[in-house]
Nanobody, 122 residues
Framework: QVQLVESGGGLVQPEGSLRLSCAAS????????MGWFRQAPGKEREFVAV????????YYANSVKGRSTISRDNAKNTVYLQMNSLKPEDTAIYYC???????????????WGQGTQVTVSS
C-alpha cells in the first residue's frame, strides 16, 4: 500500500532552520505532485508548498515564501521542505501529501503521511 513517512521535525529556536523529508513507497512517485501542508492546534490544515512531477515547478503559501524551499528526488522517492528563518507561528504538524494533479487544496490529495511536529520556541 502507499506510505508517506515524514521525518526531520523537532524543536528549533526562532530564526533557526529545519529540513523535513518525506519518503514515499507503494506508488509511482514521479507520477505524483507532492505537497506539504501544516496544521496548528485549533486551526484548519493549510497549504505550505507544492512541487510538480519532475520538480520544475514550485509554489508556496505567502506565509512561507522566501523562507522555504520544496524539492524532490525522484530517484529516492523523497520530497523535502527546507525551512529557514523559522517563526513561532510556523509551529504545527507538517504533513506531506501526494496528488496526481497540480493543486494547492488539500481535498485534491489522495495520500497523506502521518505528520511530523515542528515547534519553534525559545
Amino acid at each position: 500500500q502507499v506510505q508517506l513517512v515524514e521525518s526531520g521535525g523537532g524543536l528549533v529556536q526562532p530564526e533557526g532552520s529545519l529540513r523535513l523529508s518525506c519518503a514515499a513507497s507503494g506508488l509511482t512517485f514521479s507520477r505524483y505532485v507532492m505537497g506539504w501542508f501544516r496544521q496548528a492546534p485549533g486551526k484548519e490544515r493549510e497549504f505550505v508548498a507544492v512541487v510538480s512531477w519532475s520538480g520544475e515547478y514550485t509554489y508556496y503559501a505567502n506565509s512561507v515564501k522566501g523562507r522555504s524551499t520544496i524539492s524532490r528526488d525522484n530517484a529516492k522517492n523523497t520530497v523535502y521542505l527546507q525551512m529557514n528563518s523559522l517563526k513561532p507561528e510556523d509551529t504545527a504538524i507538517y504533513y506531506c501529501a501526494a496528488s496526481p494533479k497540480l493543486g494547492i487544496t488539500r481535498y485534491g490529495y489522495d495520500y497523506w503521511g502521518q505528520g511530523t511536529q515542528v515547534t519553534v520556541s525559545s
